[in-house]
Each structure stands twice: as structure tokens, then as C-alpha cells.
């Protein structure tokens, strides 16, 4: 019992070498990356840096040009749509713009990836039971028959985390969870990631310009630039580098 | 001009191969039954007061206009077949093909261009779902069963309207007026017209979810996405008609 924890940790995505260009636009240009099991690791990188990009590569929602990837144990390359969408069951999603269905209730937006991804106990009972239950883990409780049209900003990107979190993924990728909130919201998603991280022992890669959000939820940055990660550390090693562009994104 | 013509061709292009993407796809599983039925009544629902009344109007004023012609001639016992002819053959599918190309098509285009941009077809295929299938297939199938019913409907509405006109002016009565109708009608007139429905139903469709689905970025690129897969469908109903009296026009010498 005494040797499990941080010494046996496996990886659950690697990325090597990984390329990616749109055209004469070169976004990823070798790219290597690794998230251990239950880490939580930050990346910053400047507007159209590829951070995006990225993730969808991970996600298998971009085809990537070369390299090699490993999601779960499982190559990404040459995959069937059954397995691809296996993978995506275990890894949560969260879009920049929260992506809601607008023309579906938050409770149908909820329910939408359980019912697409055939739930074993999929009869309507079970599934408003966890719906309720990832709507109270962001404190949403009472927009289950509201409109996303409804919803402010913040609140939106709440439900987000909610149908994000309602497959229990083993992996999650945020995409600037706190983009465009205030201070305040956007510490309250920065915990709330942390609790999720807690009750699910997820793991998570978190796109972020919010040097706040990367303080308080992740073990480890990592820092994208010009489509190579650029250099990795904690958030107290790198705020103290002399290096030109970490500075950039330290300086106050 | 030239960048203009070849623009022309590509957009083409990649209709036909949207289309082939569609009957690749539409036979194999997973079927999207629940969205179809959802968007079939969506569709007949968006656009069946529309799509009545104008019929309704079309009706009407065709027979007052023709009336006066046909008077001086003594030739209104005609009045009836002609009209029955010219509604069910022509002025029923154009005019319904015209008014969902309007509504129905621009309602599609717009959804789907936002649902690209906000990212939410993205969502949609991260939740294991086939964007093509669950969102092209539905709608292109739906809009192409409803169309040849809403035709039928415009018909009979329009029929109405004209037997009002026919009955306040010079006295013939519903049952007399259907009767003519009928006698002069066979399915000859109606099979062709329920036919072309079809074709325009599949072609407003299938156009609008093209555009949709490759709408540029931006929200100002929506509306513009709407407007362009509303033109472009029109222009195509007035083709398939075309070519549909063509058609037609041969199996009739024979
Ligand atoms: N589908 C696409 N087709 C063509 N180019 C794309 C596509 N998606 C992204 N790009 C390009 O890739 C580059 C990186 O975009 P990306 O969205 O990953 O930036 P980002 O780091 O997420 O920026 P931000 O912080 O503003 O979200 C940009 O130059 C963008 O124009
Ligand atoms: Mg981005």
C-alpha cells in the first residue's frame, strides 16, 4: 500500500514530435508533450500560438501532419471511428466558447453526450439523476429547463464543465475555462476544477492566459511557442526565470 | 469574371460531392429516426401557414384574371380545368419550392452556420455523434418528404380559392367546380409535379446544409451563409423546373 502514488504513475498522453500546418501556416512544428495520470498541468501560450489546435489534435478532431500520439495507452493514428469514439467517451472536452447546444435545454445539453455515447443504464430516471448531479457539482442546479440563450457567460461556461464532467472522463481538456470572466468567477472555475479533479481523480490539461487559474490548479506548466513547447516547469520555478519569454507571460 | 465562373464550378463541384457524401451515407446505420420525425415536423409546421395562404391567393387571383379572357371568349366552363392544370402542374411545386427555399432553406443554412462557428458540431462529434449524419441527413431527408406533402396542400388550398372566386362570380358550386377539375386533371399532371417536389425539396435542402456546414468563420459570415443558400436554391428550383418540363414535355409527344 505504501508505494502506489507518484512513484508508479503512467502517462496517459504523449505526444512526439507532433506537426501540424494550415497551408503555409505552420502551427506545430514538434511538439512533445506528456500528462501523467492525475496531473494537472497548465498551458500558456500567446493568442494563435496552436494551444487550441492542439487539444483537437488530441481529441482527433484535427488530423495531425506527423508525429506520434498516445491517448490512454492507444495510438491515434489509423484509428476506427468505434475506437476513436471510445477514446472520446474518457476524454471530457471543454470548447473555448463552452460550444452549448442552443437549440437544446441545458437538461437536454446534458443528457445529449450520455445518450450519444449509450450509456449502459440509459432509461430517462438514471439519466436526470446524473444530470442533477453534474448541474450541482458547478452549483447550477436551477438552470435545468433553461435555454443556453438564457444563461450568462460565466454560467454557460459552468454547464460546460458539467457536460464535460457527466462521462466521468478519465481525461479532461479545458480550453480557457476562465476566458473572458471576471476575476472572481474565474477563481471560483479555478476551484472548481480543483474539486473535480479531487472527486473524480481526473487528470487535466488546461489552456490558460490566466496566470491565476495556473497557480491555483496545476502542478506543472508549460509553455507553447512557435509551435514547440518552448520550456516546462512549476509555477514557482518559472515565474523566478530570467528566460525573455517566460517573462513575457510573468511580468505584471 | 473569371474568378467568378470558376468559383461557380467549384461551389458545383462540391455540392455533387455533398450529395454522393449523402446517398453513401444515408442507407447505413447509425439512423437518426427521432431527429427526422423532429425535423419533418418542424419543416411542415415553419412553413404550412405560409405556404397556405400565399396558395390560397395564387388561387384567387389566377381566376380573376383569367376569368375576364375566358368570358369573352365563352369559354368559362373552361375556367375550371385550366386553372386546376395550371396550379397542380406549375404554380403549386414552384411557388411552395420557392416559399421553403425561403424559409426552410434559410432557417438550415443559418442553423448550421452557427452551430459551425460556436463550435458546437465540433461538440457534437466529440460526443460521439456524426455531425453529417445526425444533422445533414435528417434535415435533407426531412425536407424531402415534406415537400411534394406541402405541395399537395398548396394545391387543394389554391384549388379552393379559385372554386370562392368561381362561385361568388359566376355561380358554380363547389361540387360542380371539383368534379371539373378532376375530369380534365389525370396522372399525367400530377404524377411529374409530385416528382419535381421531391427533387426541390432535396435541392433547397441539401444546399442549405452545404452552406451551413461550410460557413466561414465569423457570426457576420452566418447571415451571409443564410443569404447566398437562399439565392442559390432558388435559382435551382427554377432549373429543376426546367429541366422537370422537359421531361415531362417528351413523355407527352409520346
Ligand atoms: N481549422 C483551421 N483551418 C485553418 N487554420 C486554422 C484552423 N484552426 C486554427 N487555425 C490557425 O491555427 C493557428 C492557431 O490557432 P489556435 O486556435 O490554436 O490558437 P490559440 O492558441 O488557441 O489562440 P487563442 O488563445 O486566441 O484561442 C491560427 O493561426 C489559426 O488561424
Ligand atoms: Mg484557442
Known sequence: MMIQENNFKKPVIEIKDLHKSFGNNHVLRGFDFTLMDGENVALLGKSGSGKSVLIKCIIG????????MRVLGQSMSDMTQKKLNSIRRDVGFLFQGSALYDSMSVRENLEFPMRRH????????????????????????HTLDLMPAELSGGM?????????LILRPKIILYDEPTGGLDPITGREISHLINKVQEQYKTSALIITHDL???K???NRIVILSEGKNYIEGSYGVLEQSSDPVVQEFFKK | MLRRIKKFFITTGEITQFSARYFREVLFPPYEFQELLKQSFLIGNKSIGLVGSTGFIMG????????????EFGAESWMPSMVGIAIVREIGPVITALICAGKVGSGISAELASMKVTEQIDAMEVSGTNPFKYLVITRVTAATIMLPVLVVFADLVSLIGSAMVEYLKGGVTLQLYFSKVFEYLNYGDLIPSIVKSFFFGFAIAIVSCYKGFNSSKGTEGVGRTANEAVVISSMLVFVLDFIAVLISDIFYDL
Do not use: F, M, W
Not at chain 1, 454557460?156 to 464535460?164: Q, Y
Not at chain 2, 387571383?61 to 375566358?70: F, G, N, S, Y
Open chain 1, 216 to 218: 491555483i490548479t496545476t
Open chain 1, 156 to 164: 454557460k461556461k459552468r454547464v460546460a464543465i458539467a457536460r464535460t
Open chain 2, 60 to 71: 384567387i387571383v389566377l381566376t380573376l384574371q383569367t376569368r375576364p379572357t375566358l368570358v
Open chain 1, 212 to 214: 491565476a487559474c495556473a
Open chain 1, 61 to 68: 478532431l484535427i488530423k495531425i501532419d506527423s508525429g506520434q
Open chain 1, 118 to 141: 449509450h450509456e449502459k443504464n440509459d432509461d430517462s430516471k438514471t439519466l436526470l439523476v446524473r444530470v442533477e448531479e453534474a448541474l450541482d457539482s458547478v452549483g447550477l442546479l
